[in-house]
């Protein structure tokens, strides 16, 4: 079935919170048991959408699978929440239906179970198809898995399949990294994610690198490679459509729209973060708290009102993520007053209608623009 994509996004993001184990670069809200308890979370999370019930202001047109690792999350489960979330939030005929998937639990036959419970796109974490590069990301998997994986997904009969590719690691040259994106290329893969290495506080990465075991991040070369894929993919025909995506074209992801346009969402799930009204909230991050806590009615940990000066400033700071729609000038007036108006003079916001973008040859110093115009 054509997919959906409508302008106006109002998602769900589910999150699945177990991983077979923790990748030393990784800081996200995950528990890595011996035994997954699928029945007690996916009880939860259907108590959740029931409670939530209502609460989005439209039919919800899509439903994101994050983590986590959801591809161990059994078929059959991720079947009962995708009808959940349709007698509960109206989700959409041809919504987009996004699972991540680690290439390790990719097989023909579970790919399958996922696609007939309604799954239509898949986001692999490969992270990298070259044997070197992931030999310094701690993965489970080696290129030939990670590339046997994209085949099987794109035989899977969804209409979109996204990689993840991580730079910028360890001993990583520009000809190392063509190869890896012309591989990804010749693969056939409709999205792209991209992402350099971060270094984030208390991780296992962290401690290697104070203790001398791993190099530390090169600013300046992953400045390059950066700068290498957004020239050879926009060369290949391919869309930067967000400092970190690409696409080809038509082929863009609908869910994260809703997160850079302040669009309501629904977080469901341990550590979840959801969006309504100008409230955000966030779900209890140990899973046997937030399942305990969800089944007594209230999931949520913590939850905050955003004041209207705040608003303004999350949708220029987020709205600029979207290098193809950028956001609002009535946006940029509101968080910033006139100051916007010195980085359109300088060419890095350009004008589209009513509308102002970063132009594309300062999307690497977005941060540091972003800093100029902060309140
Ligand atoms: S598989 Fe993904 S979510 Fe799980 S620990 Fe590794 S990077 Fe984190």
Not at 110 to 120: F, I, P
Request: net charge negative; proline share 5%; hydrophobic share 35%.
């Amino acid at each position: 079935m054509e997919r959906i994509k409508p302008e106006q996004s109002g998602g769900i993001y589910i999150h699945f919170p177990y991983c077979r184990h923790r990748c030393h670069y990784c800081d996200f809200a995950l528990v890595t048991p011996e035994r997954i308890p699928q029945e007690e979370y996916t009880r939860a999370i259907l108590h959740e959408l029931e409670l939530r019930s209502g609460s989005l202001p439209q039919d919800a047109q899509t439903l994101y699978f994050g983590g986590g690792t959801p591809s161990l999350w059994e078929p059959d489960h991720v079947g009962t929440v995708i009808e959940t979330a349709r007698t509960q939030h109206g989700l959409i005929d041809g919504a987009e239906i996004t699972l991540e998937l680690n290439p390790e639990d990719v097989d023909r036959a579970r790919l399958s179970a996922y696609v007939e419970v309604g799954v239509n796109r898949l986001s692999l974490g490969v992270q990298s198809l070259l044997d070197e590069r992931l030999q310094h990301l701690d993965r489970g998997h080696d290129a030939r898995g990670a590339a046997d994986a994209v085949v099987i997904a794109r035989d899977s009969g969804v209409s979109d399949v996204s990689i993840d590719l991580i730079f910028a690691t360890p001993g990583q040259d520009l000809s190392s990294w063509r190869e890896e994106l012309g591989i990804a290329l010749e693969l056939g893969v409709d999205h792209l994610s991209i992402y350099g290495l971060t270094v984030e506080p208390r991780t296992r990465l962290e401690r290697l690198i104070d203790d001398g075991a791993y190099p530390p991040v090169d600013d300046d070369r992953s400045a390059e490679l950066f700068e290498e894929a957004r020239l050879l993919l926009g060369d290949s025909g391919w869309s930067h459509y967000e400092v970190s995506s690409y696409a080809r074209p038509g082929r863009e992801a609908v869910h994260n729209r809703a997160y850079w346009h302040g669009h309501p969402y629904l977080g469901v799930g341990a550590a979840a973060h959801g969006l309504l009204d100008q409230r955000r909230w966030v779900n209890h991050r140990r899973p046997s708290r937030y399942m305990e806590a969800c089944m007594a009615g209230d999931p949520e940990a913590e939850s905050e009102r955003i004041s209207d000066e705040v608003w303004a400033w999350e949708r220029v700071m987020t709205g600029l993520r979207d290098l193809e729609r950028g956001v609002e000038r009535g946006w940029l007036q509101a968080a910033t007053g006139a100051r916007f108006e010195d980085l359109e003079a300088r060419g890095c916001l350009e004008a589209m209608g009513s509308r102002l973008r970063i132009h594309p040859d300062h999307v690497l110093i977005l941060d540091s623009l972003l800093l100029e115009l902060a309140p």
